[in-house]
């Protein structure tokens, strides 16, 4: 017997796109799975996009009586499932078809609790798709490559569900929830990666707001406030993490107009490569600035 794969839907306000995530499921070439549509208060038409996939027995719709953390939505959802791996599946996102058939094979031959793999970028507006990465993804012990460069999308993972019996999402997170789980667990668990892309992330003007911009800024740095100075991480390196950061601040004060701000962050950390990609943009108007960066 196949192993049974609980499918997390997390959706809010997702009427543009989850009938198109909920058919990735449905093509899914492995069929012994559970859909956890978990309906974050939504105010569209989300139900109404998904009432006729109902139907299939497999699909399961929740609805929270109140606006949630994206995270703490994550775990209200998991609650629901019953089966022995959890998959990730936001409502703009979808899947090859071959992604499940592949990975648990795969999580079986390594015998591992968690895997992932690599994606392709779809850009809503230009319908373009990018590989995601094209440098080897991580394997083993992985804890340093996530904080010196966090490449293990949420929407790639397969996971055994016995280890949200010791462990959650943050449920105070909106953004960098994963990033704080796949690090903890980084810690203690051997991670091994597919370098085929098997599912597909949805770059669109929702996801790639201001606010979401804030949002991420505001939880790293609380991140690393809290854990730096933890006894578990004391081996390991937050430089590059903090790079990344000032990287998010330069973008942040670009969008704003602050370009003094912009200055003073160059000459804080020289080092800091990353930001040099955002000089050109001292010298541009701010129309043009807003076009590239919001």
Known sequence: MKPF????????NASNYISDSVKSALNQSYTNWELIIYDNFSRDET???????LKDKRIKYFKSKSFLNLYNARNQAIKKSRGKYLAFLDADDWWHKEKLTKQVAFIKRKKSNIIYSNLYLFYENEKKIKLFSRDTLYNGMITQSLLNDFKMPILTTLIKKKIFKKISFNKKYNIIGDFDLFVKLSLKEKIYSMQEPLAYYRLHESNLTRK?????INEIKSWIKEHEKKKKFSHLSFSKLKMFLETLLIKKYLIEGNKLKVIKLFFKQPSNLQKYKFLFFLFLPKKIID????
């Not at 139900?47 to 996939?53: E, M, Q, S």
């Open 291 to 294: 076009k590239y960066l919001k």
């Open 212 to 216: 979401r911009l804030d949002l991420n």
């Open 47 to 53: 139900f109404f996009k998904i009432k006729n996939f």
């Open 5 to 12: 794969v609980s499918i997390i839907c997390n959706c809010h």
